[in-house]
């Protein structure tokens, strides 16, 4: 990670990324308790606060198939997948959509953050303008507060 290495004072990434990636090599990145949201009322919050602050939508990953007739019926089964065997699954001993560690590894088929399946309208895409509404008007009260921001002193190394 950028800001870690002194290289970088702002990241934009998802809510679970800085946690995922701070235990995931504990020590190397320092502490979850070293970083923290920036808001859009120009405060501040601890990482997991993300219901309360946050900088706007962004859309999912998504599951890409080809173009077929078939497409009905990928969304229909994957849908189905995910409700018996997502976040709702919770024994051990049967198979779980969204947890690899009992098979050596981690995120195999899907993020192991993930807790569902969601099938998009075909009518609306991913999101239609809803990525690029936020993001601008992010863009432009972080351009405001930035200029009213005194830079933070980079550690020395």
């Not at 504990?26 to 993300?50: E, F």
């Not at 946050?54 to 990928?74: C, E, M, Q, S, W």
């Not at 690899?100 to 309208?121: A, C, P, R």
């Amino acid at each position: 990670m950028c800001m870690a290495d002194g290289k970088g004072d702002v990241a934009f990434v998802k809510h679970a990324t800085t946690k995922e990636v701070v235990t995931k090599d504990p020590g190397k990145y320092g502490a979850v308790s070293d970083y923290q949201y920036l808001c859009k009322d120009g405060t501040r919050k601890d990482i997991g606060q993300h219901e309360q602050c946050f900088l706007g939508f962004n859309p999912a990953h998504a599951v890409v198939t080809r173009k077929d007739n078939y497409l009905d019926d990928i969304v229909t089964i994957l849908t189905a997948m995910s409700s018996m065997y997502g976040s709702n699954q919770t024994d051990w001993t049967k198979f779980q959509l969204f947890n690899s560690t009992k098979y050596g590894g981690g995120n195999l088929l899907f993020k192991d953050s993930s807790t569902e399946l969601v099938g998009i309208s075909k009518d609306k895409g991913p999101t239609k303008g809803i990525w690029e509404t936020n993001m601008s008007a992010t863009l432009r009260h972080w351009k405001r507060v930035t200029l009213q921001t005194p830079p933070r002193p980079r550690p020395t190394q």
